[in-house]
């Protein structure tokens, strides 16, 4: 058996049997532009108030393959306590639950997507380690280095720390691309069209060659008539011929007057449209901490999250990993940058988030978004005018649920609709009410049905059925109870509840954020590398 490095811990082996959650819209949180701002308005994004580890389980059937760009802001696990969030967890219990989500979010993402996840020294190492194991390592893309603070902290002990890491892995390195950066001003200052040439603006650059080749060179007659060699030690970088024919196509340039050295002509046309990202991003392109701050107060001044991230770093992110319609996540939304940068920039979104700041801060500040009230952050930069919507969802109670007798029943929270959608979540099937054909609830494949009820299936009540179904369609009962011969319907499975789903899953937790007592209770040991 080949061996390999696997960074392991305690609690790094447990596997939680997730209920896969049905979410409920609340209509009174959601918010939508009261009309149409442009044709593109995207009204469908999603903000889920909840756990985010049941919150991707509840995704997983609807979204899997379909996310483009996944950014996370985990809590760095800094051993400070931050005031809206634990960020001291024990070092095992942060591992697990970064493990935990980063798989769901793996299945999430689209053959061309990418996530991108910000961390510090405290962590970032170790979730390289494991974002190698669960991505692979021949995915990795990079890790980018965020410049978040300007000023020198001089009461720091060893180190003032100035950045924070990106670490971002493709879902598959070999079809994902980034898009490239946009010009900027500066970059375009070297630019003119001193000639009034019909191609535009252009810059020029040396027409000769540091490392010679003999048979280049020879002497170039300028316009104004003089003779010019090649500089010492160098030669042309053209052959005679090929010279000629830039200088007929006015490629060459030999200065106003026509008496300079010859230098080449570069067309703004003819270079890429913008630049390869690098992997250092300073804070005078991307934003800092203050200026994150400064975006915050704007919608709540009386609560400013410690470190939260500008818009301009989003905005950077979601630019080389998108296009205009691409579904953007965040599973730790904070305070909903995320989110309010994709919905300017015309990209569809999820947020989810647990913190009471959901309503705080999120719907406060897209509310001020969709309105185009918000003209901070990189309103002005994308022209935006507001427009759009989202639907507030939280995740419904869970399914089952222990009667005072310790019995498991049907939470009687769920009335008849909640519990049919949750039925083809548990099955695997779409839901989708046919609103002719009562059994027809959801299907799995064009001719593959479920029907749930809380009724006492009869045999009457399935001969029914039976004589509506298509010769070469099944359907599968879940019911609390039945009186049926099933023989007597092959193309007709029967399936009690709850007894048919109490061990696929987790039922009665509603949370995962973690903490030490979730741990086994066996002696910790340090985390560590071994070889397998």
């Known amino acids: 058996m080949a061996q390999k490095l696997e960074l392991t811990w305690i609690g790094k082996g447990e596997q939680p049997k997730l209920e896969p959650r049905i979410l409920l819209e609340d209509p009174e949180l959601s918010y939508h532009a009261k009309e149409r701002v442009t044709e593109n308005d995207i009204f469908d994004n999603r903000l889920i108030f909840g756990d985010n580890l049941l919150a991707l389980k509840a995704l997983e059937q609807e979204f899997t393959g379909k996310i483009k760009c996944i950014y996370i802001d985990p809590p760095y696990n800094t051993g400070n306590a931050f005031e809206h969030y634990d960020d001291g967890l024990e070092h095992s219990i942060w591992l697990t639950l970064m493990k935990q989500r980063l798989e769901l979010l793996k299945t999430l993402l689209s053959e061309e997507g990418s996530i991108w996840i910000s961390i510090d020294d405290d962590e970032g190492h170790y979730l390289k380690v494991m974002g190698d194991e669960i991505f692979g390592r021949s995915n990795f893309v990079a890790t980018c280095v965020w410049h978040k603070k300007h000023t020198r902290s001089n009461d720091a002990r060893w180190f003032s720390d100035n950045h924070d890491f990106i670490l971002v892995w493709a879902k598959n390195k ?15 200052k070297g630019y003119a069209n001193p000639d009034n040439d019909s191609r535009g603006p252009w810059t020029s650059g040396p027409c000769h060659a540091k490392t010679p080749n003999p048979k280049d060179i020879y002497p170039i007659t300028t316009p104004s008539g003089r003779e010019v060699w090649p500089p010492p030690g160098t030669s ?19 200065g106003k007057d026509g008496n300079n050295i010859p230098r080449f002509k570069r067309f703004l046309s003819d270079v890429q449209d913008g630049f390869v990202p690098t992997t250092l991003w300073f804070r005078d392109e991307v934003g800092d901490n203050q200026e994150a701050k400064k975006e915050v107060k704007s919608f709540n001044n009386q609560d400013v999250f410690a470190t939260p991230k500008p818009e301009r770093l989003i905005q950077r992110i979601i630019h080389l990993a998108t296009n205009e319609g691409d579904w953007v996540l965040d599973s730790f939304a904070g305070s909903g940058t995320t989110g309010a940068v994709a919905h300017k920039m015309g990209r569809r979104w999820i947020m989810i988030e647990l913190g009471e700041h959901c309503h705080t801060h999120i719907i406060p500040r897209m509310k001020r978004v ?43 929270e769920y009335n008849a609709e909640m519990l049919a959608e949750a039925m083809c979540k548990h099955e695997g099937f779409t839901y989708n009410p046919d609103p002719h054909v009562f059994w027809k609830q959801g299907q799995s494949t064009e001719n593959d049905f479920i029907f749930t009820t809380t009724q006492l299936v009869t045999h009457q009540m399935v001969a029914g059925i039976v004589e509506q179904m298509k010769e070469n369609e ?30 696929k899953c987790e039922f009665g937790r ?5 903490n030490v007592n979730n741990l086994p209770m066996k002696e910790r040991e340090p985390e560590q590398l071994e070889l397998f």
């Open 174 to 188: 070999n079809v994902w691309r980034p898009n490239l950066l946009p010009r900027t001003e500066e970059s375009l």
């Open 236 to 254: 042309w970088r053209f052959s005679k011929e090929k010279f000629k024919e830039l200088i007929d196509d006015n490629r060459i340039w030999f």
């Open 370 to 412: 969709i309105d185009g009230t918000d003209q901070g952050g990189i309103s002005k930069a994308v022209n935006w005018q507001g427009g759009g919507g989202f639907r507030y969802y939280k995740l419904a109670p869970s399914l089952l649920k222990k009667d005072k007798f310790g019995n498991w029943i049907i939470n009687p």
């Open 474 to 503: 099944t359907l599968l009962i879940c019911c609390k109870a039945y009186n049926v011969n099933v023989d007597e319907f092959p193309q007709i499975t029967i399936k009690k509840l709850p007894q048919a789903i109490l061990n």
């Open 510 to 514: 509603d949370d995962y954020s973690l």
